[in-house]
T-cell receptor, first 115, second 111 residues
Framework: NAGVTQTPKFQVLKTGQSMTLQCAQD?????MYWYRQDPGMGLRLIYYSASEGTTDKGEVPNGYNVSRLNKREFSLRLESAAPSQTSVYFC??????????????FGDGTRLSIL | SQQGEEDPQALSIQEGENATMNCSYK?????LQWYRQNSGRGLVHLIL?????REKHSGRLRVTLDTSKKSSSLLITASRAADTASYFC???????????FGTGTRLQVFP
C-alpha cells in the first residue's frame, strides 16, 4: 500500500518554463490537496479537490492550475515558473466518506527550484 | 493568513523530559489536528481532536482543546531523541474541507 505518491521528487526549472507535478493516491480517498512549504514555514494550501470533478482555490492559488484527472490523481501545473515559486510541494489526500473528522495523508514532497 | 499560530517556535530538551507545544487559532473549527514532520519528509498525522472534545490521549501524546480560548496544547511525555522533529497544528475550519496549518514548533531532544 503506497499511500500518496508524488513525482518527481526533485526538479530544477528556468524562469518561464512550465511543469506539471503529479500526485496519485491508492486509498480510495475523496479529497485531495496541494500545499507549498517555504523554509521555516508551515504549509499553505494552493488548491484542493473535495471530490472527483471539483476543485477550489486555497490561500495561495496565483500562478498555479490543477486538474483532478480521476479519483486517484490530482496534478498541479505551473504555466510560467517564477523564482518565487521555489518551494517544497506536498500533495495530500483524505477520507473515503463525507466526514471532515479524518486526518490527511501526505506524500514525501517535490522539491522545486526555479532559477 | 495562516490560522494557526504556534508557541514556542523552537524547543530544546533532554531525553526523559516532557515537551509542551501550544497552538492558537482564529475561527470556529470542525477539529484540530497535530502533525509531525521529520527533516526532508512529508507530514505524518499524530492525533485529531474534535471540537466537542476537551482532551485526548495517544500513547505518550496528550492533546487538550479549549474552544472558548481558541487554543490547543500538545504534550509529549518522557521524550526520546527520536521525537526530534517539527510539529504542526492544523485546524479544519467549520463547514469546510480545508486544513489550515500553523508555522510549527521545532523540537530538539538531546540524548
Amino acid at each position: 500500500n503506497a499511500g500518496v505518491t508524488q513525482t518527481p521528487k526533485f526538479q530544477v526549472l528556468k524562469t518561464g518554463q512550465s511543469m506539471t507535478l503529479q500526485c496519485a493516491q491508492d486509498m480510495n480517498h475523496n479529497s485531495m490537496y496541494w500545499y507549498r512549504q517555504d523554509p521555516g514555514m508551515g504549509l499553505r494550501l494552493i488548491y484542493y479537490s473535495a471530490s472527483e470533478g471539483t476543485t477550489d482555490k486555497g490561500e495561495v492559488p496565483n500562478g498555479y492550475n490543477v486538474s483532478r484527472l480521476n479519483k486517484r490523481e490530482f496534478s498541479l501545473r505551473l504555466e510560467s515558473a517564477a523564482p518565487s515559486q521555489t518551494s517544497v510541494y506536498f500533495c495530500a489526500s483524505r477520507g473515503r466518506t463525507g466526514t471532515r473528522n479524518q486526518p490527511q495523508h501526505f506524500g514525501d514532497g517535490t522539491r522545486l527550484s526555479i532559477l | 493568513s495562516q490560522q494557526g499560530e504556534e508557541d514556542p517556535q523552537a524547543l530544546s530538551i533532554q531525553e526523559g523530559e516532557n515537551a509542551t507545544m501550544n497552538c492558537s487559532y482564529k475561527t470556529s473549527i470542525n477539529n484540530l489536528q497535530w502533525y509531525r514532520q521529520n527533516s526532508g519528509r512529508g507530514l505524518v498525522h499524530l492525533i485529531l481532536i474534535r471540537s466537542n472534545e476537551r482532551e485526548k490521549h495517544s500513547g505518550r501524546l496528550r492533546v487538550t482543546l479549549d474552544t472558548s480560548k481558541k487554543s490547543s496544547s500538545l504534550l509529549i511525555t518522557a521524550s526520546r531523541a527520536a521525537d526530534t522533529a517539527s510539529y504542526f497544528c492544523a485546524t479544519s475550519p467549520y463547514n469546510t474541507d480545508k486544513l489550515i496549518f500553523g508555522t510549527g514548533t521545532r523540537l530538539q531532544v538531546f540524548p
